[in-house]
């Protein structure tokens, strides 16, 4: 008996873990991929998550804060975070042993072997453990998916709050600059029509002739012109401005609405290069974790193919009234073999999608590699 017991273990602890191993995309190198770096910057260094203070203005500060606490996308994705969390905990809890508690008592009559007449009570307590050996490494493979996920999940939400960040900052920046090129424009508007003014007064006096009137009207008619479409790009930028804090268009934000002129950033920001770049941008983490998740879902898969072992443990106290009625404790142990064979047909199906090209680890000779 011993000697079972310790080769089983033996046989446990040299478990193998079917399915490839994920192995991550390079990316390009800093040497072929530069851009252009403020100096004093090293090459990967990137701007850094509050990106905007650089402008130190305090409005655009309170607005994108305001942004992220009213937008309801940024929720959802914090939702989904925590619930992939979750799934990471009860993934992990497979790896511990499994507990159930059963209570059961009844009251009526029965026929045991030996019949008495009469309602009599029974009841049965039981306690059950079972632990599922990970041979194969299918208990190993969920909780990489599910981690893979969870990572998936946390780059998902910071995508949605990068978008959210730059749409409020180009839509603050877009209705200073316009704000800006009104002042511009309608300073503008009154040169010219001082200009216009002053050949009218030299055409009245014989100095000028009509032509140049009508040349300086179209002028001032062309100056004037000019104003519409950056009032249009002013309040329309307000509009969305006001969409992005979950406010209606009357409610403009009075903050954005005085900005007169584009703030403009106090330091250089840093570039990096590429391969940087593609590090820092949490769409391409998220596409690249859920690459992750779906090749470790590949031995989750490939597990099924083979034998799933269990050790299993009870205890029980059965009691009752009456002499018919069976009483004692009854304990049980042993493992639990459960193989789908040989019709193993839907766990092949779900090993075909694989994602991208065929890898295999070291020993790709085999569906499993050596832990």
Not at 15 to 41: D, E, F, K
Not at 196 to 222: H, M, N, P, T
Not at 244 to 266: K, N, W
Request: proline letters at 8%.
């Amino acid at each position: 008996m011993r000697k079972t017991m310790l080769s089983f273990l033996l046989l446990a602890t040299s478990a193998c873990t079917t399915g490839p191993n994920y192995v991550r995309p390079a990316a390009p190198t800093a040497s072929q991929t530069a851009l252009v770096t403020p100096p004093g910057s090293t090459a990967d260094e990137g701007p850094g998550p509050d990106w905007w203070r650089t402008y130190e203005d305090p409005a655009l500060d309170a607005l994108i804060e305001r942004a992220l606490a009213a937008n309801t996308d940024l929720r959802v994705a914090l939702a989904n975070f925590r619930a992939a969390e979750a799934v990471v905990g009860e993934a992990r809890n497979a790896r511990l042993p499994q507990t159930t508690i059963n209570g059961q008592g009844t009251y009526g009559r029965t026929q045991p072997p030996l019949y008495l007449p009469g309602n009599r009570f029974s009841g049965l307590g039981s306690f059950q453990l079972a632990y599922e050996v990970d041979l194969f490494g299918r208990v190993s493979r969920t909780v990489e998916a599910a981690r893979a996920d969870a990572e998936a999940a946390a780059f998902a939400r910071a995508a949605v709050r990068v978008r959210i960040v730059a749409a409020v900052t180009d839509a603050y920046l877009s209705a200073c600059t316009a704000s800006d090129a009104i002042t511009v424009v309608r300073s503008s508007i009154e040169l010219t029509a001082d200009s216009a003014r002053i050949i009218g007064q030299q055409e009245r006096a014989g100095s000028a002739a009509r032509l140049d009137v009508a040349r300086a009207e179209g002028q001032l008619a062309e100056a004037r012109a000019a104003l519409a479409p950056f009032e249009d790009a002013r309040q329309s930028a307000l509009y969305e401005l006001a969409a992005l804090l979950g406010l209606p268009p009357a409610q403009v934000p009075e903050a954005a609405a005085r900005c007169g002129s584009p703030p403009g950033p106090h330091r250089p920001i840093p570039i990096g290069d590429v391969a940087g770049l593609l590090k820092r941008r949490p769409d391409v983490a998220e596409a690249e974790r859920r690459l992750a998740a779906a090749t470790a879902r590949i031995g989750v898969a490939t597990a099924d193919l083979y034998p799933r072992i269990s050790l299993g443990a009870s205890v029980a106290q059965a009691g009752g009234e009456g002499i018919s009625q069976s009483r004692g404790f009854i304990f049980g142990l042993g493992p639990l073999l459960s193989f789908a064979f040989p019709n193993n047909g839907a766990a092949r199906a779900r090993i075909r999608p694989r994602p991208g090209p065929r890898r295999r680890s070291r020993a790709s000779t085999a569906p499993f590699s050596r832990r």
